[in-house]
């Protein structure tokens, strides 16, 4: 399928408050599940040294609910074309609790921690509920700008790095304890305060039906690979910068994380930035331009400048690239996806983001293991930059916008 897929115009005053009030409570769950997906990676340092882990053995113990949190996307967005937001937040919400939990007896064995980290992965798949909900309550004009405020929640991430150890200072248990009970009122709130749209279109056919038709969208792999290009570039630093910071400038690990932490900051700030402007330009154009600065910086990082001012400059100029490109990838997921397929796409699409930010951080590596210089790897990163800008120029503007 190569063309956009029509829907019915917005009804007027479809910008009710049930829609700020959806949206609102849509992004807290999802940086609240974030947080809980990410309870891990916080910790891998004591875990490694607690349980005598191997490099290897640390990077696959943080891996397993990254990677199962984003293939579950593919089922969970599906699930909530068929039932409804209202019932899968509070439901998944309440499902997260228990791995949460499970980490406390769990923490003294590797065997264990894997097996919760991998029902841990069932806190990263909410982003395909939140999606399709925002993205049914506000109307083409408008939705970008909306679609990227409910990103700005994959700040959880963010905030399970910078207080989860914080917290854990005052109490080994203490930081699952306080995620639990939090996870807990957000899935009574969500109960009752998340609402579906009452016109929404509820699918008739199987879960592997709606799977395989938006499976055969050629835009769900189109828009797949520009998300994993940038949404998978943010993943990916936000996994490695910190390695790369103490390796390559010579940096403290505390220095290290807060420079990492920023550039976290300016991605999720530029999410919501991207999905305005794709309401007021076509959101290839932006996903385009976006991703060709993220490239030009990345051949800047590649000659190594020194860090202050032009790899900070470098550095988070890529940051803003990345995550203007991530809110425009999902405003023209809302404009090409027939509405009862938005959670089946956004699952698939969100998919193959988080996965795309796993490679990365694998290539990166290798290369300085092989050449004691990260050059290439920025090289490769601007060549994959480059070529979605090219795509997203060439192929995504001459979709028509919906409505």
């Known amino acids: 399928m190569d063309t956009a897929v029509k829907q019915t115009p917005a009804p007027a005053g479809r910008q009710s408050s049930a829609a700020y009030r959806n949206l609102a409570v849509a992004t807290i769950g999802f940086a609240l599940t974030f947080w809980a997906w990410n309870l891990i990676a916080p910790m891998s340092g004591d875990y490694k040294e607690r349980l005598?882990?191997?490099?290897?053995?640390?990077?696959?113990?943080?891996?397993?609910?990254?990677?199962?949190?984003?293939?579950?996307?593919?089922?969970?967005?599906?699930?909530?074309?068929?039932?409804?937001?209202?019932?899968?937040?509070?439901?998944?919400?309440?499902?997260?609790i228990v791995p949460v939990l499970l980490l406390i007896p769990a923490k003294n064995s590797y065997g264990a921690m894997l097996a919760v980290g991998f029902l841990l992965g069932l806190g990263g798949t909410t982003f395909a509920i939140g999606i399709p909900l925002v993205n049914s309550w506000f109307p083409p004009a408008d939705r970008g700008l909306a679609l990227g405020v409910f990103g700005m929640g994959m700040g959880g991430v963010a905030l399970s790095g910078y207080f989860t150890p914080r917290i854990a200072d005052h109490g080994d248990n203490l930081p699952f304890l306080v995620v639990a009970a939090a996870l807990a009122v957000y899935a009574i709130l969500a109960a009752v305060l998340v609402s579906d749209r009452p016109d929404r279109q509820i699918p008739t056919d199987t879960l592997a039906h709606r799977l395989g038709e938006a499976g055969r969208l050629r835009v769900?792999?189109?828009?797949?690979?520009?998300?994993?290009?940038?949404?998978?570039?943010?993943?990916?630093?936000?996994?490695?910068?910190?390695?790369?910071?103490?390796?390559?400038?010579d940096m403290s690990p505390t220095e290290a994380g807060t420079k990492a932490?920023?550039?976290?900051?300016?991605?999720?700030?530029?999410?919501?930035?991207?999905?305005?402007?794709?309401d007021r330009i076509h959101p290839a154009l932006v996903t385009s331009v976006a991703l060709l600065v993220a490239a030009l910086m990345a051949i800047?990082?590649?000659?190594?400048?020194?860090?202050m001012p032009v790899g900070t400059i470098a550095l988070l100029v890529m940051a803003a690239g990345l995550g203007t490109s991530s809110g425009s990838i999902f405003a023209l997921v809302s404009q090409v996806t027939p509405q009862p397929k938005v959670g089946s796409v956004t699952g698939i699409v969100g998919a193959m983001g988080g996965l795309g930010g796993f490679v990365p951080p694998l290539?990166?590596?290798?290369?300085?293991?092989?050449?004691?210089?990260?050059?290439?790897?920025?090289?490769?990163?601007?060549?994959?930059?480059?070529?979605?800008?090219?795509?997203?120029?060439?192929?995504?503007?001459?979709?028509?916008?919906?409505?």
């Open 261 to 278: 932490a920023g550039f976290a900051l300016v991605t999720v700030v530029f999410r919501p930035i991207g999905g305005w402007l794709s």
């Open 220 to 249: 769900t792999w189109e828009l797949s690979a520009l998300y994993a290009i940038g949404f998978g570039g943010i993943v990916a630093f936000g996994v490695y910068l910190p390695t790369y910071l103490k390796t390559w400038y």
């Open 363 to 403: 290539v990166m590596g290798a290369i300085f293991t092989a050449k004691d210089s990260y050059s290439i790897g920025f090289m490769l990163l601007s060549d994959l930059a480059l070529a979605g800008s090219v795509y997203a120029y060439g192929r995504m503007r001459n979709i028509e916008r919906d409505g």
């Open 52 to 96: 005598g882990l191997s490099s290897f053995q640390q990077s696959f113990l943080v891996a397993v609910p990254v990677i199962v949190g984003s293939l579950g996307r593919i089922p969970v967005g599906a699930l909530t074309d068929k039932y409804g937001a209202k019932l899968m937040f509070p439901v998944v919400s309440a499902l997260t």
């Open 300 to 307: 800047v990082q590649a000659f190594d400048p020194d860090l």
